[in-house]
C-alpha cells in the first residue's frame, strides 16, 4: 500500500504494526457458514461465527453482506495459521453483564423453550437487544422434585426469578415464581 493509498484510509493500521486490543474499520469481503471475511486495505481478518453477535444468529448473511464497512476488535494479530482474528461483539456491551447487573435476585417474564432432562429452559424477555435464555432446574437442592416444573410445556409464558447468572460460562439460573402465581401461558 502507498503513502497515498494510506492517507485515503487515515483510519487504518499497517499490517505490521496491528496489535491485539486494536480496533479497525475494514470492508467484508467474503461471507462463510464458519465466519466472515474482513479486508483491512492491503490485509485480511476472520470474524469467527461465534464473534458476530451476543445472540445466537443462523445465517449471518441476513444481517451482514459484501462490501459492507464494520469496527472490528483484533482479538489476535499473530497468527501463523490463516488470517488474523477479529471480532464484531466485542465492541458492543454485553448483554449476559447488563442483565446480571439488573435482573439478579429479581423477577421477570419469559418463554419456556424446551424442557429436558435436567429442567426448562427459558427465553427471558428483557429491555435488551438479546437472547438470553436461562434454565430452571427440574430438582430442587435438596433433590425433592420441582413441582411447578412438571407443569412448564413449550411456549409457556411464565415468570421467573433471577437465582444466579454466570458471565463466563453463559448460564442464568432461574426459578418459577410461587406455585400457580406468574404463568400466564
Given amino acids: ?19 491485539t486490543g486494536d ?30 453477535s451476543w445472540n445466537r444468529i443462523e445465517d449471518h448473511s441476513r444481517f451482514l453482506s459484501v462490501g459492507q464497512e464494520v469496527a472490528v476488535l483484533v482479538l489476535n494479530a499473530v497468527t501463523e495459521r490463516g488470517p488474523m482474528a477479529l471480532s464484531l461483539k466485542a465492541l458492543d456491551p454485553d448483554p449476559m453483564r447488563e442483565f446480571a447487573r439488573e435482573k439478579l435476585g429479581r423477577e421477570v417474564s419469559g418463554t419456556v423453550t424446551e424442557i429436558g432432562p435436567i429442567g426448562a429452559f427459558v427465553r427471558v424477555d428483557v429491555d435488551l437487544d438479546a437472547d438470553l435464555v436461562g434454565l430452571v432446574l427440574g430438582r430442587r437442592p435438596n433433590g425433592e422434585s420441582e413441582p411447578s416444573r412438571k407443569e412448564l410445556q413449550v411456549g409457556d409464558d411464565v415468570s421467573v426469578t433471577v437465582l444466579g447468572v454466570n458471565v463466563h460460562k453463559r448460564q442464568i439460573s432461574l426459578a418459577v415464581c410461587g406455585e400457580g402465581e406468574g404463568r400466564r401461558g
Fill in 1 to 19: 500500500m502507498s503513502a497515498t493509498d494510506w492517507n485515503a484510509m487515515p483510519h487504518q493500521i499497517p499490517p505490521g504494526r496491528v496489535q
Fill in 23 to 52: 480496533v479497525l474499520r475494514g470492508k467484508i469481503s467474503g461471507i462463510e457458514d464458519f465466519g466472515v471475511f474482513v479486508d483491512m486495505g492491503g490485509f485480511e481478518g476472520l470474524i469467527d461465527r461465534l464473534e458476530i
